[in-house]
């Protein structure tokens, strides 16, 4: 039997043995190659004094990368129960390293789970990939990790770090920059997927900065985004007119044109809207 570097048998053989074929519900496009799954680890930085919450390991390809690069300890929380033994396998292989969690991420408490400093390091399903980040984005600032590496499709990872004036640039673009630093780090073809998508990947970076780039309260500051753009092709005298304020006071008060449009504005703009609203209310 072949083996990989960390003395496991090659990917393609867990998923054979514990009979882990792709269910397309599940968002299950497995990485098998241990080149990439390594390169996205090492692109999470130093993990040796960190924990790290990964969602969806299926046959844990990148779990074992990451334990490999040394992550100090990798608490995995996946939802297909035929996972169970590879990802045991990993766990004996790592004693005390790998903690395995079956369920469904988006009702997890992971953050309770980890200890301090983590991080997130995750290959998304991409059914739930945006809901799961809208939830860690929602966290408390400064937030429980640390930093976030995670794999979306291309067209949501340019959304995430869209400027404004682009046609990416929108709800999920503010809420991810108006404390965070978001890049994308590196595309992965199709090809590299088993099976394959029918579209490329980008693995994104996103840091907590130091500080907002402006104050807003959270909740506001998404009902502005969400009215703003939910219809982006209006100008803002008349997509704001569900707030319950009237749009020209808020603009007004925000010193924006009332005749610009929401994907004009930069995540400060939306800042000072969510501040003129909750001074209106
Ligand atoms: N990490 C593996 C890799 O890179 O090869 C698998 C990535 S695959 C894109 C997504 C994984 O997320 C699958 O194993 C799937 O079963 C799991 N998954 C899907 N929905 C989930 C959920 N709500 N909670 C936890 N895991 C989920």
């Not at 046959?59 to 995995?76: D, E, M």
């Not at 809901?131 to 949501?156: D, I, K, Y």
Request: glycine residues 8%.
């Amino acid at each position: 039997m072949t083996t990989a570097p960390d003395g496991l048998p090659p990917l393609r053989e867990v998923i054979a043995r514990h009979g882990i074929a792709a269910k397309k519900g599940l968002g299950q496009n497995f990485l098998l190659d241990l080149n990439l799954t390594g390169r996205i680890a090492r692109a999470a930085g130093d993990l040796s004094a960190t924990d790290v919450l990964e969602v969806g390991p299926g046959p844990g390809g990148l779990t074992r990368a990451l334990l490999a690069a040394g992550a100090r300890r990798v608490v995995a929380v996946e939802r297909d129960p035929r996972c169970r033994e590879a990802l045991a396998e990993i766990a004996a292989r790592w004693p005390g390293r790998l903690e395995a969690v079956e369920g469904d991420a988006l009702e997890v408490d992971a953050a309770a789970l980890l200890g301090r400093p983590a991080a997130v390091v995750a290959n998304l399903p991409y059914n739930v990939g945006t809901a799961l980040l809208v939830g860690w984005l929602r966290a408390p600032f400064p937030p429980w990790w640390s930093r976030l590496t995670l794999m979306f499709q291309r067209e949501v990872a340019e959304r995430i770090v869209a400027a404004p004036g682009s046609g990416a640039y929108g709800r999920l673009s503010v809420l991810a920059q108006w404390r965070c630093e978001a890049r994308i780090l590196f595309d992965v073809p199709p090809q590299a997927f088993s099976p394959p998508p029918k579209v490329t990947s980008s693995v994104v970076s996103i840091a907590p900065l130091d500080a907002p780039r402006a104050q807003a309260d959270l909740a506001l500051l998404e009902e502005v985004t969400a009215a703003a753009f939910g219809q982006r092709r209006k100008m803002l005298r008349q997509a704001l007119k569900g707030l319950g304020v009237a749009p020209e006071t808020l603009l007004d008060a925000a010193g924006i044109e009332p005749t610009r449009r929401a994907e004009t504005l930069p995540v400060e703009a939306f800042c000072a809207l969510a501040r003129a609203l909750a001074q209106a209310r």
